[in-house]
């Protein structure tokens, strides 16, 4: 077990909707990261924040934005669902202040868009 | 933009046997990072490489990392059934930022 927890665990939904997910870092951690693994385009970063700013972005779709609260948890908010976005979805926490800044995973999100 | 390239992809082994998996990447970094990932399920640290040169081992495996060829290596000694899972390098360009991951090398140990 990480300390990184994620809810929910599966989410099935259609086309066109929008779903929110849910990530807990490690106590203490105060940087949170959102990854994407799906077949096609493997396991890719999506954004990252820092103590509730945004710090970096990778290839997040503009349907897609997340943010973190002052309590450290994040949301990722995924809209106008389309088939493709179909996959699992990681959050990862760091202290991301000191020089070893192990990202720890969490159990995931499987989102299923039928 | 950093590329990280893992192989071979698949890799169907005996047990008792020994192979490497390797990790190339394409720009200057001395933190590189190894994880294992069980289907459909997280992923699971294994090695944490920062400096070059580094060289670490827990159990059958091991991984070194060459900050001036761009290259990591993890070294499986006498597989066993219980190693079989997808293993991922991933490169992090500086402290703290995100992780760019290979595309994974699905090991199946056989008996």
């Known amino acids: 077990d990480s300390g990184v927890t994620q809810t929910p665990k599966h989410l099935i939904t259609a086309t066109g909707q929008r779903v929110t997910l849910r990530c807990s870092p490690r106590?203490?951690?105060?940087?949170v990261y959102w990854y994407q693994q799906s077949l096609d385009q493997g396991l890719q970063f999506l954004i990252q924040y820092y103590n509730g700013e945004e710090r970096a972005k990778g290839n997040i779709l503009e349907r897609f934005s997340a943010q973190q609260f002052p309590d450290l948890h994040s949301e990722l908010n995924l809209s106008s669902l389309e088939l493709g976005d179909s996959a699992l979805y990681f959050c990862?926490?760091?202290?991301?202040?000191?020089?070893?800044?192990?990202?720890?995973f969490g159990p995931g999100t499987r989102l299923t868009v039928t | 933009e950093l590329k990280v390239e893992q192989n071979p992809l698949f890799l169907s082994m005996q047990e008792g046997k020994n192979y490497t998996i390797y990790c190339n990447y394409s720009?200057?970094?001395?933190?590189l990072y190894w994880y294992r990932q069980d289907p459909g399920k997280s992923l699971e640290s294994l090695f944490v490489l920062l400096s070059n040169g580094a060289v670490k081992q827990e159990g059958r495996l091991m991984a070194s990392l060459d900050t001036k060829a761009r290259l990591s290596t993890l070294h499986i000694t006498a597989a066993v059934h219980d190693l079989s899972a997808t293993y991922f390098c991933a490169v992090e360009e500086t402290s703290g930022s995100r992780l760019t991951f290979g595309e994974g090398t699905q090991l199946t140990v056989n008996p």
């Open positions: 106590s203490g951690d105060l940087s």
């Open positions: 990862a926490s760091s202290v991301a202040t000191a020089d070893r800044v192990e990202q720890y």
């Open positions: 720009t200057t970094s001395d933190r």
